[in-house]
C-alpha cells in the first residue's frame, strides 16, 4: 500500500457499520453455524496424518477411542480434536 498516497486523501469519511447491522429484523444471525463433521477412521490415521505428532508437541496426550464413549470421555474432561481439512472445513475423528 502507499502510504504517501493515502495521506493526500485527507478529508475522506468513513462509516463504520456496528456488528448489529448483520442481524436480520428479528435480530437473528442469518449466517449458518458451522457444521463439523464426524469422519470414521483406523487407528493408523491418527500417526499417518500428523494430527497426533503436532498436539503431543504441545503438550497434549492423544487417544484414539470409539464413538460411543465420546461423550462419558467428554464428562470426564478430554476434548475432541477438530482439524481443519485441506479446504479448511473442520472435521472431528473417531475409531472405527
Same mark, same amino acid.
Given at each position: 500500500m502507499n502510504l504517501n498516497k493515502l495521506r493526500g486523501n485527507v478529508g475522506w469519511l468513513f462509516k463504520l457499520q456496528p456488528p448489529a447491522i448483520? *442481524?436480520? $429484523? #428479528?435480530?437473528?444471525? $442469518? #449466517? $449458518?453455524p458451522v457444521e463439523i463433521e464426524h469422519v470414521p477412521v483406523s487407528f493408523e490415521f491418527l500417526r499417518t496424518s500428523g494430527i497426533q505428532q503436532? *498436539? /503431543? &508437541?504441545?503438550?497434549? /496426550?492423544?487417544n484414539g477411542v470409539v464413538e460411543l464413549r *465420546? &461423550? =462419558? *470421555? =467428554?464428562m470426564q474432561g478430554w476434548e475432541r480434536v477438530v482439524e481443519n481439512d485441506k479446504y479448511g472445513k473442520p472435521r472431528s475423528y473417531y475409531l472405527t
Open positions: 448483520h *442481524l436480520d $429484523p #428479528l435480530g437473528v444471525n $442469518p #449466517l $449458518p503436532k *498436539l /503431543e &508437541a504441545a503438550g497434549f /496426550e492423544v *465420546l &461423550a =462419558e *470421555l =467428554e
